[in-house]
């Protein structure tokens, strides 16, 4: 690029091309050789030939294995890649949502060894070897589990976009603290958010949830 740049400003070039260059097309030049530069510097490592986007080593250290609602799963994990992106578009997981994707509404919401976590603050790299459940993973040989039915008994949630997440929470909540106060379970799921703004309904799902555990165990 530096060796363009010298051809364009020597003094018989710009004579050479007065009348028909102007300043917009030398920043055009300038502009189309750096391209140009980059992008073969990219591609090519000085041989001249293509060099591969990933070593080999690389590839086999983006192969993990998680544990995902008592599966072990293999998947292809870039370092990058957060726990919630794995679970939805690797895993098919989908009752993972992705809402603000930087820890402050909860609609990612999953267990990690039995404790709530947001699932896009998470690297799926920094939980190989520890237990993964999401929403998916609640119902047990075909019996819901007591938050589930609770939500089905309240109908708490109204676009239910933030459901899965608050369940999640509600069961983190039921194994912190099984027989909550409306006041205790309200600051327990303070970390999630409802857009439509049903906490009330929401709160009385979870107090469902208390009853139906209690009766259960």
């Known amino acids: 690029m530096s060796e363009v740049l010298s051809e364009m400003l020597q003094p018989e070039v710009i004579q050479s091309r007065r ?3 102007t300043r917009r097309k030398f920043i055009k030049g300038v502009i189309a050789a750096g391209a140009t530069a980059s992008a073969a510097g990219y591609l090519f490592r000085g041989s001249g030939v293509l060099t591969p986007m990933l070593s080999a080593q690389d590839a086999v250290e983006r192969l993990i294995t998680v ?14 890649e957060t ?26 919401t999953v267990l990690l060894d039995g404790v709530t976590h947001y699932g896009c603050s998470i690297l799926t790299h920094s939980v190989a070897g520890r237990e993964v459940t999401t929403i998916e993973g609640l119902e047990q040989d075909g019996q819901l589990h007591p938050v589930q039915q ?3 008994d309240e109908g708490g949630f109204q676009c239910a976009f933030c459901a899965p997440g608050f369940a999640m929470s509600m069961v983190g909540m039921l194994s912190k603290n099984p027989n909550p106060t409306r006041e205790e379970a309200a600051v327990l799921l303070s970390g999630n958010l409802c857009r439509c703004g049903d906490y009330d309904k929401i709160l009385n799902t979870a107090m469902r949830a208390v009853e139906l555990s209690g009766t259960r165990a």
């Open 19 to 21: 009348g028909g260059f």
């Open 67 to 80: 544990n995902v609602n008592g599966q072990q799963r293999r998947v292809d994990v870039p370092k990058h």
């Open 83 to 108: 726990l919630a992106m794995t679970l939805r578009y690797q895993l098919g997981l989908t009752g993972t949502k992705l809402g603000c994707d930087r820890a402050e509404c909860g609609a990612c």
């Open 150 to 152: 609770a939500v089905m």
